[in-house]
Nanobody, 126 residues
Framework: QVKLVESGGGSVQAGGSLRLSCAASGLTVSRRCMGWFRQAPGKERERVAVILVGSGSIYYADSVKGRFTISLDNAVNTLYLQMNTLKSEDTAMYYC???????????????????WGQGTQVTVSS
């Protein structure tokens, strides 16, 4: 059974940093798309950063490029999202995601192609 457990969310002032962690179990991460999505109140869930494990391919949403960094520690099956220079518009529930299928070239963008953790709240005050 796939289990994704997020941690590291919280409240921070604009310009600050947070690091999210996601402990993954019950799945093989090689060739799997692992990433972070977020959902703000009244908005659709959006893709933030996704890595295709084993390929070096990484996707970042334009809104977070240069500020967020996704990484994976294979030894402990833990996914991270380092978030720097946070803005109020980054406020959202952040979800760790793992693709339901394995991929070779590119990761899917649809939320329906992923399984989710329970989410961790990030609140950025201006």
């Amino acid at each position: 059974q796939v289990k994704l457990v997020e941690s590291g969310g919280g409240s921070v002032q604009a310009g600050g940093s947070l690091r999210l962690s996601c402990a993954a179990s019950g799945l093989t991460v090689s060739r799997r798309c692992m990433g972070w999505f977020r959902q703000a109140p009244g908005k659709e869930r959006e893709r933030v950063a996704v890595i295709l494990v084993g390929s070096g391919s990484i996707y970042y949403a334009d809104s977070v490029k240069g500020r967020f960094t996704i990484s994976l520690d294979n030894a402990v099956n833990t996914l991270y999202l380092q978030m720097n220079t946070l803005k109020s518009e980054d406020t959202a529930m952040y979800y760790c995601a793992a693709s339901t299928m394995l991929y070779v070239r590119a990761c899917p963008s649809r939320p329906g192609d992923y399984v989710w953790g329970q989410g961790t709240q990030v609140t950025v005050s201006s």
